[in-house]
Structure formats: C-alpha cells, structure tokens
C-alpha cells in the first residue's frame, strides 16, 4: 500500500463515511475521500455551477439504473455547491410530492425542498432561519451604523427587497421578512414561526396567513415554480452565488402515478423549467434531476412518451462507442468498472486507517480477493450494484480492527460473506421488481380468464 500517501481525516469525517457505507447509505459528509471516477460528469456540472453563479441557469438529468451511484453522484455535486456558496435544496419526489398537482402535492414538494435548505455554513440542511437571520443582520447592522432605528431597519428590508416584486408573491415576501424582523426585535417567536412557515410553503389557506401575517398570497400548487425562481432571487440578494435544486426519485413521475393524463401535467411543467433554464428566462438557478434509464426512455411511460420533452433531451446523433458530449441535459451515468471498485475499497481501507497508510488493515491482494469472493457470489450484480460489496468490506475491516487474531483469508472463506441486501432500498427498486408495474405496457393489465 506503498502507492498511498498520509490524508488528514476529520473524526467525524471517518465516522460519517464508514457508518453510512455500512448502513447501505450515501456518506452526506466526506465523500471526496472515497470518490472514484466520473471526472467528466463532474467536470460538466462544475459548468453549470458556474454558469449559475453567473447569473446564468442549468438544467440536468442524470441517468443511470439503480446502483449505478446516482445518490453518490448527486451528494457529491452537493457538496461541490456548497463549497462555491450556492444555497442547495433537494428533495425526493413522491405520490405526495409531484412537479404539478391540485391537491397541494406540489406546495408540500415545495415546502420539502426549502426545509432541507443547506448553506455552506449549515451543510446538513434546516438553514431558512439562518438564511433570513444572516441578511437581516447585515441589513440592520448598516442602517443602525448610520444612525437609524427598527423603524428604518423595516423600510429599508421593504426597499432593498422592491426588486424582488417583479416575482410572483416577490410583494408578500417582503412583508414576510419584515414580520419576521418584527417578530425578532420584539421577542415573539410566534411571529417569526409564522413568517418561516409562510416561506416555507406551509399555510394551506390564505385567510390562516391573513390572520398570521396580514399577507393575501401563499405559495401553493400553482406557484410552484415561480416561488423557486423567487428563492433564488432572493438568495442572490443575500450575497450567495446562486440557487441549486435536486429532485431525486424520478420513477415516481413516470412509473407510479396513476394515468397518463397525471404524467403529462407533471412532464409539461418539467418542460416549462427546461425551456426557462435553456432560454435564458432564469437567473441564478440550476435543477439537477436523477432517474433510471427507463424514467427516461421508456416511450410509454418515460420522459420520451412527450415529444416535446423526448426531442429537447435527445442526444447528439454523433455520438458513438467513445465518444461522449455532455453539454446536453442528460447526463448518463456508467456503473464503476473494475479498476474503480478496486480503487473505491482501497479508498475506504485509507478512511478506515484515519488516513494512515501504515495502519490499513487489509493488502491489495485483500481486495482483488474481495472483489472475486463478491462476483463468485453475486455474479454480474455485484458490478451493477456494488452497495452490498461495500457494506460487506466495511464490516470485514471491522471485524479485523477488533479481533486481532482474525485473518481476511478466514472472513472470506466463511459463508454468507456476500449477501445481496433484503428488501428494495429506494423507490426506483421497488419499481424495478415489482410485477404490477407495466414497464412495457402503459395503462393496460394482463389478465386471464
């Protein structure tokens, strides 16, 4: 393991990576130490980001089958966001949570989106507060540096924030910021509760937020979309770089709602977002959804089954064996080859090691036997989706860090050391197996008499 050079490792770095991998989970803390791979994937939504941060917006879906590293791939570029000072928030999509709904599945989309509102400083999510809190600051720390009092301090939130009008709900947002100032110089946590539940998209009916707040507007299913853009204007004006959107889940858009007609609203209005991102009509934004394959293609169910969508995001017809172009929205993302899997496990023997060489538990020829044992197992699977190879191999370096005697010959020569996990771990899973999906069929069951 000579060709290793000493990492310095957080504690809580180490703890978070090793944990989650053995939990079949995606580290959200970390991840550069165990990256492996997808350079040029990541190389073009570095552009983005800073396309973005130039006032520009972005608009991506990558796609891949499931264990292909999308969840990886999507906590990574995350991260990378948060390092550039963009406000990040994600969200899964769900039978509750749909792009276009009128029975408040888009408002709750919404409300999930800015509750997991991540910040640089705050990288784990539930930022709101400390977004507003952090622009109020700087705004009455300038007008009681030049004499003024919390009557000035709410003018000048009302002026500053006038640009913002221009956006739908952008005259309530304004007022909202001022009760939330209100409620802070005057020690009510109710008001400034309020004011972060308006924000958030959580009032249900107007007359409440009338009551609360004395505003006549709330976010609801129909501006959905429009009180993201009035996000990432607003997070401009706070002095970050931009405003990052990730909606994972996609299969549940195109294989678990109930009819066509609910696919279509819902692929119209992820249109309507590609058309605004490629066209210049958005400032400062970036959505980056994630799907399988067949969310994709499928001509019945899938993105393609809309024309409008299926010719925007169509490849370049040049594209051959070797060749890629990932300036398109579509961003396809290849299950790791062997090289990566081997370099991916030594990565985390270094992260077991607290990044000292000299103290990993396991050689080179350690892993290569753990990547036979796993295919002898697993088969192809294993390849396809290497979640449970991971798991296995944390827990083997586990049980060799606390049992001395123990060897990685014994632990791989033991049975049931490679077991494909129970149980679907994501949506897109249960889709994958489950029978009552038609993958090939749109609305139409077979059935015998």
Request: glycine share 8%; net charge negative.
């Amino acid at each position: 393991m000579s060709d290793f050079q000493p990492v310095k490792i957080k504690r809580r770095e180490r703890d978070a990576v090793l944990q989650s991998l053995q939990a079949g989970l995606v580290p959200k803390q970390g991840l550069h130490l165990i990256q492996v791979g997808r350079k040029q994937e990541v190389t073009a939504l570095l552009s983005d980001l800073e396309r973005i941060m130039d006032d520009g917006a972005a608009f991506r879906i990558a796609v891949g089958r499931f264990g292909s590293g999308k969840s990886f791939f999507l906590n990574l570029i995350r991260s990378l966001a948060l390092q550039q000072n963009l406000v990040v928030v994600q969200a899964d999509f769900t039978m509750e949570r749909r792009l276009y709904a009128t029975g408040g599945e888009s408002r709750a989309l919404y409300s999930e989106l800015v509750r997991n509102l991540a910040l640089k400083s705050r990288p784990d999510g539930g930022a709101l507060r400390n977004l507003c809190s952090g622009w109020i600051s700087e705004v009455q720390h300038k007008v009681k540096s030049s004499g003024g009092d919390d009557a000035d301090v709410e003018r000048v939130i009302l002026e500053d924030l006038r640009g913002l009008q221009e956006h739908v709900g952008g005259f309530e947002f304004a007022e909202v910021m001022q009760s939330f100032y209100r409620g802070h110089i005057e020690g009510s946590e109710a008001l400034q509760a309020a004011a972060l539940r308006w924000l958030r998209g959580e009032y249900t009916t107007k007359t409440e937020a009338r009551q609360d707040l004395g505003v006549r507007r709330i976010v609801d299913d129909e501006s959905f979309y429009d009180s993201l853009k009035l996000l990432a204007a607003f997070v401009k004006k706070a002095g970050y770089s931009g405003l990052l959107v990730m909606l994972d889940e996609l299969v549940v858009l195109s294989h678990r709602l109930p009819s066509s007609r609910a696919r279509q609203t819902n692929y119209e209005a992820m249109l309507a977002i590609l058309n605004d991102c490629v066209q210049g009509k958005a400032e400062g934004l970036g959505f980056i959804f994630a799907g399988t394959d067949e969310c994709l293609e499928d001509r019945r169910r899938g993105l393609f089954s809309y024309e409008a969508l299926r010719s925007r995001l169509a490849e370049n017809d040049l594209i051959s064996e070797g060749l890629v172009d990932l300036s398109g929205p579509v961003i396809r993302l290849q299950p790791l080859s062997q090289e990566d899997l081997f370099v991916l496990l030594k990565n985390i023997a270094l992260v077991h090691a607290n990044g000292d060489p000299s103290k990993i538990r396991v050689p080179d020829e350690a892993i290569v036997a753990t990547l036979k044992k796993a295919y002898d197992t697993l088969g192809a699977e294993y390849f396809r989706t290497p979640r449970d190879v991971v798991r296995s191999f944390v827990g083997l370096l586990n049980i060799l860090d606390q049992n001395p005697q123990a060897t990685w010959q014994q632990l791989l020569d033991m049975e049931g050391t490679f077991q494909m996990g129970s149980g679907a771990q994501s949506i897109e899973e249960e889709v994958a197996h489950d029978p009552e999906v038609p993958h090939e069929e749109d609305d139409l069951a077979s059935f015998r008499l």
